[in-house]
């Protein structure tokens, strides 16, 4: 009866997935509602826009070197237009609400989504802003032109940034002059179109683009040099499937318990093994879970990130509860 009535009961807390909610929105995570300090986001959200998209394309001598090189300037050159010269249509079931192609700067006449300084350029820096964006330029720049440019005040500056804001691992002589460097980090700011769909904002235009855009800089064949596409919605699918793969590692994790359950509490023997109660403990945790979900649902507590983490201590404390009970029974019964 006991077990019919825990079993019906998880049934009827499962009813509160109907009003599940889920949150991922920062604002909402983070920031004290009904607060101040929500007002003044939501003003600085609609004054200046949702956000703005970091996008970066890192390079780096496959031997580790000094990547001040016009060798790896020109290749640095080459994924740089790889970006900017790619377009992409919005993500899958938002073409009617952002139609047409986006590309950074609208390339063919596409939607360009680069964050603009004034009403003409787009907010970018990288080595490309010293030694110019022009192929015969590039094409011209030797080793010692390129030393001479990061070493000449009235070349680097006059702009809104610092030289290791582009180059990194900066070295210097005795005289202060640059010697050479390790890496090329050139940032490319993405004016956001989000949207809010299901508690979760989401940029539809900008992040098919920013896929596409990063797929095609992996998937040339640089020469002599690691390009690396460090882009908003490139890194979220990695760490997306990185996610997944948890999930998997998950999966085996309970089986393994499961074993190791059966290994503890029984017996080398049919009668004493205790299979089912290994099996048992590990269906209590799901239902337990799925009780703790549906009644949450129903009580109209939204679903976070921090609440994923449930299952792992319910799984933990459930085994533990089994090995306790298990051996006070038996205490019991001799």
Same mark, same amino acid.
């Given at each position: 009866?006991? $077990?019919?009535?825990?079993?019906?009961?998880?049934?009827?807390?499962?009813?509160?997935?109907?009003?599940?909610t889920?949150? %991922?929105?920062?604002?909402?995570? @983070?920031?004290?509602?009904?607060?101040?300090? !929500?007002?003044?986001? &939501?003003?600085v959200?609609?004054?200046?826009?949702?956000?703005?998209?970091?996008?970066?394309?890192?390079?780096?001598?496959?031997?580790?070197?000094?990547? =001040? /090189?016009?060798?790896?300037? /020109?290749?640095y050159?080459?994924?740089?237009?790889?970006?900017?010269?790619?377009?992409?249509?919005?993500?899958?079931g938002? &073409?009617?609400?952002?139609?047409?192609?986006?590309s @950074?700067d609208?390339?063919?006449?596409?939607?360009e989504?680069?964050? /603009?300084?004034?009403? $003409?350029?787009?907010?970018?820096? %990288?080595?490309?802003?010293?030694?110019?964006?022009?192929?015969?330029?590039? #094409?011209?720049?030797?080793?010692?032109?390129? =030393?001479?440019?990061?070493n000449?005040p009235?070349?680097?500056?006059?702009?809104?940034?610092?030289l290791?804001?582009?180059? +990194?691992?900066? &070295?210097?002589? !005795?005289?202060? #002059?640059?010697? %050479?460097?390790?890496?090329?980090?050139g940032?490319?700011?993405?004016?956001?179109?989000?949207?809010?769909?299901?508690?979760?904002?989401? #940029?539809?235009?900008?992040? !098919?683009w920013e896929?596409?855009?990063?797929?095609k800089?992996? #998937?040339?064949?640089?020469e002599?040099?690691? *390009?690396?596409?460090?882009?908003a919605?490139?890194?979220?699918?990695?760490f997306?499937?990185a996610?997944?793969?948890?999930?998997?590692?998950y999966?085996?994790?309970?089986?393994?318990?499961?074993?190791?359950?059966?290994?503890?509490? +029984?017996?080398?023997?049919? *009668?004493?093994?205790?299979?089912?109660?290994?099996?048992?403990?590990?269906?209590?945790?799901?239902?337990?879970?799925?009780?703790s979900?549906?009644?949450?649902?129903?009580?109209?507590?939204?679903?976070?990130?921090l %609440?994923?983490?449930?299952?792992?201590?319910?799984?933990? =404390?459930?085994?533990?509860?089994?090995?306790?009970?298990?051996?006070?029974?038996?205490?019991?019964i /001799?």
């Amino acid at each position: 009866i006991t $077990i019919f009535i825990s079993v019906l009961l998880t049934g009827l807390c499962g009813f509160g997935f109907m009003n599940w909610t889920t949150e %991922s929105r920062t604002n909402k995570l @983070w920031i004290p509602q009904n607060t101040e300090a !929500e007002a003044q986001s &939501e003003w600085v959200s609609d004054t200046f826009g949702f956000e703005t998209r970091t996008e970066q394309i890192l390079l780096r001598p496959n031997d580790e070197g000094n990547v =001040l /090189k016009a060798a790896y300037v /020109k290749q640095y050159w080459i994924a740089h237009f790889l970006m900017v010269n790619e377009s992409a249509p919005a993500a899958e079931g938002y &073409e009617d609400q952002f139609p047409g192609q986006y590309s @950074w700067d609208g390339y063919n006449n596409s939607n360009e989504v680069c964050e /603009k300084t004034d009403d $003409i350029n787009c907010d970018m820096q %990288s080595i490309l802003d010293i030694v110019g964006y022009d192929e015969a330029d590039i #094409d011209a720049l030797t080793d010692e032109i390129l =030393l001479d440019m990061l070493n000449d005040p009235n070349v680097t500056n006059g702009y809104q940034w610092d030289l290791p804001d582009i180059i +990194g691992g900066l &070295e210097y002589d !005795e005289d202060g #002059d640059i010697t %050479s460097a390790a890496v090329f980090a050139g940032t490319y700011k993405v004016a956001a179109e989000t949207i809010d769909e299901n508690n979760q904002f989401i #940029d539809p235009s900008r992040e !098919e683009w920013e896929l596409k855009a990063a797929n095609k800089i992996l #998937d040339y064949n640089f020469e002599g040099c690691q *390009v690396v596409p460090y882009f908003a919605e490139a890194f979220s699918a990695e760490f997306g499937g990185a996610i997944a793969a948890d999930g998997q590692a998950y999966s085996v994790g309970i089986a393994l318990l499961i074993i190791y359950t059966v290994l503890a509490l +029984g017996k080398r023997d049919y *009668v004493h093994s205790m299979i089912g109660l290994a099996f048992c403990a590990i269906i209590t945790v799901g239902l337990a879970v799925l009780g703790s979900y549906g009644l949450a649902g129903a009580l109209s507590i939204i679903y976070t990130p921090l %609440s994923t983490t449930l299952p792992f201590l319910v799984l933990g =404390l459930g085994v533990d509860d089994a090995f306790i009970i298990a051996g006070e029974f038996q205490q019991q019964i /001799k």
